[in-house]
């Protein structure tokens, strides 16, 4: 008999739904289907996936209050948020499904001088089987960047959701049998960690997972005894710089709903702001003022819900806890700001920046305010962090060059967390982030291998590769190549 485990409410503790725990053997038959579903989905045109892909689209669109529903009570974020995820979801499902043949398809190459006989095309086919590992802070939109360019590309996927939101997985993939009931190009398993790890083992193409940096390791560490490559999406750190110049209400608006919303669960959301000391006063006052508008609450009204997964509030209150310790000044909120199932906004000046606080993901609603003398103060303490998710800067002058200037993956400038919005952007970081990429041309190719082709369109008029080369024909080429590579490009001039 199939053991199974509860989805529970976060907000009051009661069963949302029941799914069973697939073992090895249901996760090694589920890709044995989708094996087969590859071959039939990989043969249809860009156009033929496309067609099914709107369908499936058009299906969560007319029941986007129905899944938003499913994914709040499960993760327990209002209904506005979680709507709002779905919606931006619905965008990269389209762009996807619209940009796959301009992206993938066949395109031609220079030859180059020695090979210009041939015609060279390049053109990026489908690994067969991917498998996804999803979170349950956003449990629609962050596996959906790895599902839908997946699936555009011409794979099948095996979608393993969190067990806080299984739900949410299985209404996904119940959609798309709707539409393509005899071919399950799109599965689920349920389950916890172990099968998880069943799927990282089971020989899957490629794996995409979604976590904490720490569940990431397992995860390659597993992948690796099958030589299956993975694409890791993992914590961050994210700062906001605000310079002297900026919009300061502007900036302290999105610091609060970057720090606070969706109970501060999100990867890059920002924990830490850096902000000048010319503007540092005005920004305190408007954050705090903001913040103590926002209200607690898992009902449709409410702004901020619960922590979605128990364990997690033990580590913010350690966080708040460590930087209390150390001399921290909380300008909202307090030790005791962390509750049975929620936490209140927290905001901290004065941590110092080996804190805890500082240093590691923190996953709650809580944000550290440093002053700063200048912007290269403000880069050098983003960067100081071995992750590197994205960042968000406020500048009117100089915010392009800011944004450059930060490691991590992703910025925006005079707004928060805009890029994962923007179909068209890579979706990634660097460090202990993760590497590889969703979303966009990149997250197109992440799931496909390059396919290289030479096709002779007429004889060679050196002809080197072959055993019937003359010495006559190899020093010609190498005439050839002193008259056109010989001599090195003229280099700058440096003035003394």
């Known amino acids: 008999m199939t053991e199974k485990f509860e989805s529970l409410n976060p907000a009051t503790g009661d069963v949302v739904g029941t799914y069973p725990i697939h073992d090895e053997a249901d996760v090694a038959a589920a890709v044995a289907r989708a094996r087969e579903a590859a071959v039939w989905w990989s043969t249809l045109s860009f156009a033929g996936r496309r067609e099914y892909l709107d369908k499936w689209n058009a299906v ?6 129905q899944l938003a529903n499913v994914s709040h009570e499960e993760t327990g974020k209002p209904h506005g948020d979680a709507q709002l995820e779905i919606m931006i979801a619905i965008d990269h499902i389209a762009w996807a499904g619209s940009h796959a043949e301009k992206v993938l398809g066949p395109k031609k190459v220079s030859s180059g001088l020695l090979m210009a006989n041939q ?7 489908p690994l067969g089987v991917v498998g996804v590992i999803g979170p349950w802070n956003y449990p629609v939109l962050t596996p ?25 997985g299985t209404w996904l993939a119940d959609a798309w049998t709707e539409i393509a009931p005899e071919h399950p190009v799109l599965q689920v398993i349920t389950g916890l960690g172990a099968t998880g790890a069943a799927l990282c083992k089971a020989g899957v193409n490629k794996l995409a997972f979604t976590g904490s940096t720490a569940t990431g390791k397992k995860v390659m560490a597993a992948c690796a005894e099958t030589l299956t490559p993975v694409v890791i ?15 300061v209400p502007a900036a302290a608006d999105a610091a609060l709903w970057g720090a606070m919303s969706n109970a501060g669960q999100t990867c890059i959301g920002m924990e830490r702001a850096y902000v000048h000391e010319r503007v540092y006063d005005q920004f ?22 619960p922590i979605t997964m128990p364990s997690q509030l033990k580590v913010i209150a350690s966080h708040i806890a460590d930087a209390a310790a150390r ?18 906004p927290t905001i901290i000046t004065d941590v110092p920046e080996d804190s805890i606080a500082i240093t590691e993901e923190t996953f709650g609603p ?34 392009m060059e800011l944004a450059r200037r930060v490691r991590s993956g992703m910025a925006s400038v005079n707004s928060v967390m805009a890029f994962a919005g923007v179909p068209s952007l890579p979706f990634g970081g660097v460090g202990d982030s ?6 966009g041309a990149d997250g197109l190719r992440e799931f496909t291998y390059a396919k290289a082709i030479t096709r002779q369109r007429m004889k060679p008029l050196l002809a080197a590769m072959t055993f019937e080369r003359t010495a006559k024909t190899e020093k010609a080429a190498a005439q050839l190549m002193t008259v056109l590579r010989g001599r090195a490009t003229t280099m700058p001039k440096f003035k003394k």
């Open 327 to 344: 001399g921290g000044t909380f300008v909202l909120g307090g030790p005791n700001s962390v509750g049975d199932r929620y936490v209140q």
């Open 434 to 439: 993760g590497f590889g990429r969703i979303h």
């Open 284 to 305: 305190i006052r408007e954050l705090k003022a903001k913040a103590k508008a926002v209200e607690l609450s898992a009902e449709p009204g409410g702004l901020v819900g």
């Open 60 to 65: 969560i669109t007319r029941r986007v209050m």
């Open 366 to 399: 809580t944000l550290t305010v440093k002053k700063v003398s200048s912007m290269d103060e403000a880069v050098e303490l983003t960067n100081a962090t071995r992750y590197g998710l994205g960042a968000s800067i406020f500048a009117k002058e100089r915010g």
């Open 144 to 168: 959906m960047g790895s599902i839908a360019y997946a699936l555009a590309a011409g794979n099948a996927v095996v979608f393993k959701p969190s067990e806080f939101s299984p739900g949410v």
């Open 119 to 125: 015609a060279a095309t390049v053109e990026y086919r």
């Open 233 to 247: 999406e993992a914590g961050g750190k994210d700062s906001i710089i605000v310079d002297s110049d900026a919009d």
